[in-house]
């Protein structure tokens, strides 16, 4: 008989009981900027959108939502549905020129989850993210790779067509929350160009977690990860970007 479990409940037996699992991007992701924030910080959430999704469970979200446990949570997005987000302390709309409403060196630690994919103007982004941020506050951001098997997947598919390619992925969000990938802030080279060496301490690294895109088979999901074993650093699934300003 069929094991009828999903493929995560089958690779990652952990999962079976709890509602993550070890190589999970966002358990890494927010494990290490909840290690990072502390309750005397303003902090930033930059594309906070209407908010976490309760589908990755209870731990998940508790260790990504800092309000009541930092001095203050902001979220900013390009999007008004960032203005029903209630786990943020204040919510704003980031200009149509790329502007975040916030005064210069007002925020002690930024975080971005799967944001970067879809920046078009990483000059004018990299310069905000920079302008609002204290000297020695980090900068905290998951993305995809741009050359992981997923990235390039989404660059050989239309975006128009990205939310129907995406139904039943686990935790996806609803079409209105898909918005189209540019990937031009999606490599260690770029992030360094961006935020270069005289004003940022890099600390950004490349990971494989979950295999991602593999539509409820567990067999496919086997694929991913012999081939995630196999290939070199760069072509790594996930970027980690964390910086230090100076």
Not at 2 to 15: I, K, S, T, W
Not at 162 to 169: I, K, N, S, T, V
Not at 182 to 187: K, Y
Request: proline share 6%.
């Amino acid at each position: 008989m069929a094991d009828a479990r999903g493929p995560m409940q089958q690779l990652f037996p952990e999962r079976r009981i709890v509602k993550f699992h070890r190589r999970q991007d966002r358990l890494l992701f927010f494990s290490m900027v909840d290690e990072l924030v502390t309750e005397d910080m303003t902090v930033l959430d930059y594309g906070a959108g209407r908010n976490r999704f309760a589908e990755y469970g209870p731990h998940l979200n508790r260790i990504s939502t800092y309000k009541g446990r930092c001095a203050r949570i902001i979220g900013v997005d390009v999007d008004e549905a960032v203005m029903t987000n209630d786990a943020m302390d204040e919510t704003h709309l980031i200009g149509a020129d790329g502007t975040i409403p916030l005064p210069d060196h007002s925020v002690d630690l930024i975080y971005s989850y799967a944001v970067f994919e879809h920046i078009t103007d990483p000059e004018r982004v990299a310069a905000e993210l920079s302008r609002v941020l204290k000297p020695g506050g980090w900068l905290c951001a998951w993305t995809p790779n741009k050359w992981g098997y997923g990235a390039i997947g989404a660059r050989l598919i239309p975006n128009d067509r990205h939310a129907r390619m995406l139904e039943g992925q686990p935790g996806q969000r609803g079409e209105a929350d898909v918005f189209p990938t540019a990937f031009h802030l999606n490599t260690r080279s770029a992030i360094r160009r961006h935020f270069p060496g005289d004003a940022f301490e890099d600390h950004s690294f490349y990971y494989n977690a979950q295999p991602a895109y593999n539509f409820g088979s567990a067999f496919l999901a086997r694929v991913w990860l012999g081939y995630m074993a196999v290939t070199p650093s760069f072509l790594s699934q996930c970027l980690y970007i964390f910086l230090k300003k100076r």
